[in-house]
Structures are given as structure tokens and as C-alpha cells.
């Protein structure tokens, strides 16, 4: 669902950027496509959960989860207006929890050391990186 919705509102802020007719066509064929999609989504998940519950899949052991941040939402925003929504208050909407807010999360670990990525993914070179050069595909 996230990704139909994210999918739709970058459609939408194109169309409201371009003046281009045929592109306009376009992204409100795209934009309308989302829109079903977006209720594909939604269908299916009111399907899954009368079958099953609002959390799916329901098969996996919940012993198995760890349940200490399962209704725990950490604040990484600017601010803390998301403490005031239902998603971090009260009880949870599966029923098998109550919703708690964090508002200034630690990290759990420290951070990792990544290598650069393998050239099999397509990374642009740590050359074109470290001497501020744009890579050819990008002019």
C-alpha cells in the first residue's frame, strides 16, 4: 500500500509540475492506475485480515517476534506531532498489545563500517565520487 501511495503522489506532484499536454496524458493514465491499484491493496488486505487477523501472516509464532517493540513506534521525525495519532496511542489495533511512543530513539548497535558496493549492482565508482566528477549517465 505504501508504495502504490508513494507511487500515486509522485505522479501527482509531475503532473502539477509540468505544463506538457502529452505528459499530463500520461501521468493521469499512471495516476489512475494507482488509484486501482491502491484498492487492489486495500481489498486484499480486508480480505486477509477477515481471514486472519489485522497482523498477517497469523501462521508465525508470535513467541518467535520480538514482542518488546511490536507496538512500539519510534519517532524519526522533525518534532513530535506523530505522538498524537492513534498509531502511537492506546490500545493496539490487533488487540494483543498497547501502543507506546518513543520519542528520541537510541541506536541499538553502532554504526556499521559498508564497503563500497560490488560493480555487479551498478555503484558509481568511488573515483567519480572523491573527484566530484558527474558519471556519464547523469549529464
Known amino acids: 500500500m505504501n508504495a502504490e501511495s508513494q507511487g500515486r503522489l509522485q505522479a501527482v506532484r509531475l503532473y502539477e509540475s509540468t505544463t506538457d499536454r502529452g505528459v499530463k496524458d500520461m501521468l493521469s493514465w499512471l495516476i489512475a492506475r494507482d488509484t486501482?491499484?491502491?484498492?487492489?491493496?486495500?481489498?486484499?488486505?480486508?480480505?486477509?485480515?477477515?481471514?486472519?487477523?489485522?497482523?498477517?501472516?497469523?501462521?508465525?509464532?508470535?513467541?518467535?517476534?520480538?514482542?518488546?517493540?511490536?507496538?512500539?513506534?519510534?519517532n524519526f521525525s522533525r518534532g513530535n506531532e506523530s505522538a498524537t495519532g492513534r498509531w502511537a496511542n492506546g490500545q493496539s489495533m490487533d488487540g494483543e498489545g498497547v501502543f507506546k511512543y518513543v520519542e528520541k530513539p537510541q541506536p541499538l548497535a553502532k554504526a556499521p563500517k559498508l564497503l563500497?558496493?560490488?560493480?555487479?549492482?551498478?555503484?558509481?565508482?568511488?573515483?567519480?565520487?572523491?573527484?566530484?566528477?558527474?558519471?556519464?549517465?547523469?549529464?
Open 36 to 74: 486501482m491499484h491502491q484498492n487492489q491493496w486495500i481489498a486484499a488486505i480486508y480480505e486477509l485480515e477477515s481471514k486472519e487477523n489485522i497482523v498477517v501472516p497469523s501462521t508465525f509464532p508470535r513467541e518467535l517476534e520480538k514482542r518488546e517493540v511490536s507496538h512500539v513506534l519510534f
Open 116 to 139: 563500497p558496493a560490488p560493480p555487479y549492482i551498478h555503484d558509481t565508482l568511488p573515483a567519480v565520487l572523491q573527484n566530484g566528477l558527474v558519471p556519464p549517465s547523469m549529464y
